[in-house]
């Protein structure tokens, strides 16, 4: 197998921001190239952000459907591409952790690896044990939980379909167990995380610390034209616009949002719902919004690319994010607060400890479909009663993300983690802004 060449550049390091060079080499399963869900959004801020503070970053990934080579430089990270056919079975998977390991073992003869970060355990699971034997110091940034991420997105049904989806969930809990336990340290983005790392793995708190993601606070920031941008995007502007953009499976909830419509407009006839994103369950929510005589009170936006996101959470009135379950942090909540957009949610992992640390107000009390449409009814009585109440709020919103979710201190907190990592230090747990426990 082909083994990719090392590039020698070394980006130039500014002083003012670091005064410890790291070579920090991330591992994952997805790709800093192109931004479609959280996990992505992490490894490119992460990644991009360390290098512009001087340190030396690579990437080892899977070659993924889309990429045009098996080597690309994205602001500074050099992103290297195992080669992995998705349907290619245990074979491919196989040949995918030897190149892994062979890129590493170069990497490491040429540039010596301070940190290896480890953002998702497949890929990992083939350059974990040689890392250790070389002496790289390993951390782990848990997004989630593999196995039960994967069961969410595959719910196609029938007996051989489910037996298939169990041997895959069960081989993806060990190859994550295994890598967790070699690593020295494990990130989390919350509490709720942190503790189903004790529940699924037995990996103890004192090994953990919460970490929390960040928000662009440039790129995401309150519109300086919201007519404008109802105009752009067809948007009337005499409704009550709520927003909300995810992944359409049955895990999100966006099935009990739409039924909750059906409430909320016949309280707030100028009521508006558009949905951002795809899925599987695109034609259902159809299905529900036309049963329920919604066609005028629900819009499908379809996929909502990187680039125009800011614009849909500037153009709305309130973010709703109805997740039913495995909400592990919740970066829309930050973006939508940070465009000035209040967020309400459902009482569910990082989005419980998010808001509660703002305003439980915006915590629902439940996930039922009554609970979210009260919510919104709530929300809409209370700024209808002050004309500046909409106002002031979003300033709050912004300013609580301005103070605990920059991704300046996120980066700053974990290159501390990387340092003490990279001279064996074992501190206590880092909680770094993490809003409040979710026990």
Not at 63 to 84: K, N
Not at 283 to 297: M, P, S
Request: glycine share 8%.
């Amino acid at each position: 197998m082909r083994v990719l060449p090392i590039p020698f550049s070394i980006p130039s390091i500014d002083k003012t921001l670091t005064t410890t060079r790291l070579n920090i080499l991330f591992v994952a399963d997805v790709s800093a190239a192109a931004v479609i869900g959280g996990a992505e959004r992490v490894l490119f801020e992460q990644g991009t952000r360390l290098a512009q503070r001087g340190h030396c970053v690579h990437l080892i990934t899977r070659r993924l459907p889309g990429h045009q080579g098996d080597r690309e430089h994205i602001q500074g990270v050099e992103e290297i591409r195992c080669a992995f056919a998705p349907q290619g079975g245990l074979r491919s998977v196989v040949q995918s952790w030897q190149q892994a390991r062979r890129q590493l073992v170069r990497l490491h003869e040429h540039l010596p690896i301070d940190i290896l970060n480890v953002h998702q355990p497949l890929t990992a699971f083939g350059l974990i044990s040689p890392a250790a034997v070389l002496g790289i110091p390993r951390v782990y940034t848990c997004h989630s939980l593999s196995a039960e991420e994967y069961i969410s997105r595959n719910t196609a049904t029938g007996p051989a379909n489910r037996l298939l989806r169990c041997l895959n969930a069960a081989a993806r809990k060990r190859a994550e167990r295994r890598v967790l336990r070699s690593c020295d340290r494990v990130i989390a983005l919350s509490y709720y995380t942190r503790d189903k790392l004790w529940r699924a793995h037995g990996i103890a708190a004192d090994r953990v610390d919460i970490v929390p993601g960040g928000v662009d606070l440039d790129r995401f920031c309150p519109a300086a034209d919201k007519a404008a941008l109802r105009n752009e995007l067809g948007i009337p502007q005499d409704r009550f616009v709520v927003f909300t953009v995810r992944n359409l499976v049955p895990r999100m909830g966006v099935d009990r949002l739409v039924q909750a419509m059906q409430t909320v407009s016949s309280q707030i006839p100028q009521a508006l719902l558009v949905i951002g994103g795809h899925g599987p369950l695109r034609d259902e929510l159809l299905t529900i919004g036309n049963h329920l005589n919604l066609q005028d009170h629900v819009r499908m936006a379809g996929f909502v690319p990187e680039e125009a996101l800011a614009r849909y959470y500037q153009m709305a009135d309130l973010f709703v994010l109805p997740s039913l379950d495995l909400e592990g942090f919740g970066m829309v909540t930050l973006e939508a607060m940070a465009c000035g957009l209040p967020v309400i949610g459902t009482p569910v992992g990082g989005t419980k400890e998010i808001l509660s640390g703002f305003n439980r107000r915006y915590l629902l009390r439940g996930s039922g479909v009554e609970d979210i449409a009260q919510g919104i009814i709530s929300y809409y009585e209370l700024i209808s009663a002050s004309r500046t109440r909409a106002f002031e709020i979003s300033r709050e919103c912004r300013r609580h993300v301005e103070a605990r979710y920059s991704w300046n201190q996120n980066i700053a907190t974990l290159e501390r983690l990387f340092n003490q990592a990279k001279h064996g230090r074992s501190p206590r747990p880092v909680v770094a802004h993490a809003g409040v426990s979710g026990n």
